[in-house]
Structures are given as C-alpha cells and as structure tokens.
C-alpha cells in the first residue's frame, strides 16, 4: 500500500481522533520524512492502564480498518506497555507512562518535527 503524502496525514487526523475518542494522553506527531524512509509520520501517546492501551488500539485498528487501511504488523498483546501499530507511512507508538519516558521517543527523533494533532 503506497501512501501519498496527504494520504499519510489524513491517516495520522484518523489516528488522531480514534485516540482522542479513547482519552489517550499526551498525543504528538512525529514529522519524519527528511530523516527516514521507515515511514512519514510517528505518533506516540500514553494510556493510564494496560486496558486503556488496548482500548486505544482496537479504536485506532477499527475506524483504520473502516477506511479501508490494515495494519502491516502490530506488536504487542494484553500484558504489553508498548504497543507498535505499522500502518507502512504512518506507525503508531501507544506506551504506558512509565515506558514512554524510558523510551523517550520524542527525544531519539528530536529532529523530527513534532506536533500536536491540532497543528496538522
């Protein structure tokens, strides 16, 4: 599935929502066309709990899976605080608080261009 570059940010408003619609917090855009051919778009949000993640995934992977989008792979199961979601140009990073300081995507791909979902 080769995604055009409008296409990329009509899935990442889409991923956006269905977050949104499930309380997650903290949720940013990752720009990284210039720096990656992995994909366009990161986004990375937390959940309160493992249920919270994945109620936020089967959302996401619905309203996708309705507008005709599959996911490429996803990672992770019920015990996970890291949930991966490859959508090819936009992956999706769903962490528990805990894990998504650690990890500290945001920080590893600080040349990105970070955003809120508001300023796509």
């Known amino acids: 599935m080769e995604v055009k570059v409008e296409e990329s940010k009509e899935i990442v408003k889409l991923v956006c929502n269905a977050l949104e619609e499930k309380k997650a917090e903290d ?56 949930i991966l979601m490859d959508y090819e140009d936009v992956i999706v990073h769903l962490f528990s608080k805990e894990d998504r300081l650690f990890y ?6 600080q040349d990105g261009i970070v955003m809120s979902p508001e300023e796509l």
Do not use: C, P
């Not at 051919?37 to 995934?57: C, E, K, P, R, T």
């Not at 500290?104 to 791909?109: A, D, G, M, S, T």
């Open 27 to 82: 949720v940013k855009v990752i720009d990284i066309r210039n720096l990656s051919v992995v994909a366009d778009y990161f986004i990375v949000a937390n959940g309160s709990n493992q249920n919270q993640l994945l109620a936020m995934q089967d959302e996401v992977d619905k309203v996708l899976y309705t507008h005709g989008i599959h996911a490429k792979q996803i990672e992770g199961n019920r015990s996970s605080t890291w």
């Open 104 to 109: 500290n995507l945001e920080k590893i791909w």
